[in-house]
Structure formats: C-alpha cells, structure tokens
C-alpha cells in the first residue's frame, strides 16, 4: 500500500477522513464556497482562475478537486475503472480506482492525460446536482466503492450532490469551478498502489497523482523546480 505522498497524504489518513466525514457539515461549507466561487459575473474575470487558487486553501483545493474529476473520467472511460474518492490536495490531488488485475504505470499517463486535455480545450460547465439518497444508489448501483459510500456517509430520507461535465457524472461534494477551461496545465505526477479504506483486508486499488496549474509557465516552473 502506499504510505503517503503530497504533504504525507496515505490510506491511514484518508481512512480518517472517511471515517469522520460529517455529510451535513460537509454539505453546509462547500455551499458556502460554491456561492463564492459561481458569483455571478466574477467567473468572467480574466484573472479568476489563478484568483482561485491564490485565495486560500479552499479555494485552491476546489480548484484542485476540479480537476480530479477529469482524471477519474479518464480513468473509467480509459481504463473501465470503478472509481472510489479523489481527493484535492494543498500541492495536488489523487483518485484512487479500482481496475482489477490492471496495474497502471508512467507509459498509460499520457493515455490519462490526453483525455482531461480534450476535456479542458472543450471548456465545459460543471454542473451541480442535488441528489436524492435512493436516486444515488439507483444512479451508482454498478459501481460497489460509491455504493458503500452512499450508504454509509448519507442518512435516509437525505440528499447528497453530484457533478456533471459532458457525459461523465460524479458523486462529489464539490465545489467546483464553473469549467473545464479554466484547468489551464495538468499533468500525472505519479501512481501507486492503495487499498480501499485504509485496509489490507479489502479490494487493492491504483492511485493515480496529478497536478495542475491555472497557467502554463506556472507548470514548466513547477517541473524545473521538481528537476
């Protein structure tokens, strides 16, 4: 199992975070920040995506966590995976999947990287959806990992959200923000290996490491920094 990159982030810690995950504060916060994010008329701003990511820690894991999801859509439409959690990261992010008896190495990262590059140039609008509990377990009933999330993170008779870009829909608390387009330079850092929860008795999954920038020099100085 991986022991942790990004800031020492490894299954022990996001097990943590599972474990005391708060559905109801979680949703009250990140509508907070969904508000301020889709201000109307400040998405326009030629300046928006780097002010988001210079704002703060949550702004900059929103705009991290955006780009999560075009990885795990790279993943399951690349590689058939059954996605579980991608977290943002203050340097990063990662989704774990899981593929079986695939592993994946640094010769598929430009087969990951391609498709988020599509995504991106596309300039899709990440669309939020409210979610009813039944209908979530109905809409990700072939994938057991979000099953298992669902059913133990959101309380019956409640709701939970999901994002749409395209064709790909995500459970995810989100915020996001507002498109594709403002994901400027991205990149596969690093895979590893994980297993679900935190836990050696369960499924093993690949773990895939990104970054992104909303500017491209940003990046090339990121790799010369990295050299």
Partial sequence: ADDGFFGGVGDAVVANVLANF????????????????????YSDHPT???????MGHGL????????????GQALEHEFGGKL???????????????????SIGDKDWKALEKPVQTAVKAKLPYERIVISRSDALELF????????????????????????????????????????GMMKAFQVT??????????????????????????????KAWKKMME
């Fill in 141 to 180: 009933k072939h994938n057991p990992f979000k099953v298992q999330i669902i059913t133990s993170k959101v309380p019956e008779g409640t709701s939970t959200t999901c994002y749409r870009q395209g064709d790909f829909i995500d459970l995810c608390m989100g915020p996001h923000v507002p498109s594709t």
């Fill in 84 to 102: 579980t959690h991608g977290p943002a990261l203050d340097s990063g992010f990662f989704y774990d999947c899981y593929l079986g008896d695939v």
């Fill in 22 to 41: 708060s559905h109801a504060a979680a949703a009250a916060a990140t509508a907070a920040i969904y508000a301020l994010v889709h201000a109307p008329g």
């Fill in 48 to 54: 928006y995506a780097k002010d988001a990511v210079r």
């Fill in 190 to 219: 690093r895979n590893s290996s994980a297993y679900w929860l935190g836990d050696a008795d369960n499924d093993s999954l690949q773990r895939i490491y990104g970054i992104s920038f909303p500017d491209k020099k940003e990046l």
């Fill in 60 to 71: 900059l894991c929103r705009y991290h966590f955006s780009l999560t999801v075009l990885l």
